[in-house]
DNA sequence: CGATACGGTCAGGCGACCTGACCAAAACGG
DNA sequence: CCGTTTTGGTCAGGTCGCCTGACCGTATCG
């Protein structure tokens, strides 16, 4: 018979409460030293490096529309956290180029989102988290066939 | 060392990428027969019964306002899935209550969740889809001292 | 070299929320 | 009891994070 999952909705929803607080978390980690910035900029980051890509390229990665992700990086480049060089191997497109401030700003991030992730492993322990982990890249298919993640 | 987690963000942001894999599944499901809804709408019915309850309690139990939920339940009495009757034991008060249109979306909505889950299962197994139910309730404090869901 | 693809930008729209302002009925406190 | 506060509902308007459509100019490919 197994757990009972009660109400429709609730049982995976859950997976957004857990996201939401995760993120809410972070927001306001990190809302107090850039007031400026709204939570959608925080997307540029959830990948890589940002640094000398193409503002289509940083679309691609986060799933958005050029568009869209062309007024986050304005908005970003406004307050002095990027600019946008030409790129010389082709005229059409500008390089984004992380300032000491958004480096700083990347910095941040990353110390805020393991702020998060050590105040769950001490709930859940080393071995749940990791669970967690496992499962999560399971049912996203973020895994290759040697268990690597992609 | 223990696994990896790779690029900021990139870690619990799964848990968005699975929630929102799950949501459009449920939302490819539906929106054949239920054209006419916008994804909001489901959220009405994450929650127990919706039958007899005011548009305020719906609003507090989704989390939103109540003049966010005032939209979404005046979109779904247009479209014939409830009606809005007096509450005899309070004059200000209007009780939300399905029609048989509305009972069969309910019904619907919680079958299509039933797919998913049974998709979850077959690729986790019963121990690991139990497993990440338990660690997000966890997480999410959905959970009472004995361990039986709130 | 012409057709097509691609990077970037402007304009406009929409969905899912929000705050503010009200009204009328209810509940509360002296 | 009666005045104050709370509460349910509604209207109006705004914001944020996305979207589509339409362009321009450069790159690339047949």
């Given at each position: 018979?197994?757990?009972?999952?009660?109400?429709?909705?609730?049982?995976?929803?859950?997976?957004?409460?857990?996201?939401?607080?995760?993120?809410?978390?972070?927001?306001?980690?990190?809302?107090?030293?850039?007031?400026?910035?709204?939570?959608?900029?925080?997307?540029?980051?959830?990948?890589?490096?940002?640094?000398?890509?193409?503002?289509?390229?940083?679309?691609?990665?986060?799933?958005?529309?050029?568009?869209?992700?062309?007024?986050?990086?304005?908005?970003?480049?406004?307050?002095?956290?990027?600019?946008?060089?030409?790129?010389?191997?082709?005229?059409?497109?500008?390089?984004?180029?992380?300032?000491?401030?958004?480096?700083?700003?990347?910095?941040?991030?990353?110390?805020?989102?393991?702020?998060?992730?050590?105040?769950?492993?001490?709930?859940?322990?080393?071995?749940?988290?990791?669970?967690?982990?496992?499962?999560?890249?399971?049912?996203?298919?973020?895994?290759t066939p040697g268990?690597r993640?992609?």
């Amino acid at each position: 018979m197994s757990t009972e999952y009660s109400s429709p909705g609730r049982w995976f929803g859950l997976l957004r409460v857990a996201f939401d607080q995760a993120m809410a978390a972070v927001e306001t980690e990190l809302g107090r030293r850039y007031p400026e910035l709204r939570p959608a900029h925080l997307q540029l980051f959830r990948f890589g490096g940002i640094d000398g890509l193409h503002t289509s390229e940083l679309a691609a990665h986060a799933g958005i529309t050029k568009q869209s992700m062309h007024e986050l990086v304005t908005h970003l480049e406004r307050h002095g956290y990027l600019t946008r060089a030409p790129d010389p191997a082709d005229s059409r497109a500008r390089l984004v180029r992380l300032t000491a401030k958004g480096r700083r700003l990347e910095k941040d991030l990353v110390r805020a989102i393991d702020v998060v992730r050590d105040d769950w492993r001490e709930r859940l322990g080393e071995e749940r988290l990791d669970a967690l982990w496992s499962i999560l890249q399971e049912l996203t298919g973020e895994v290759t066939p040697g268990g690597r993640t992609r």
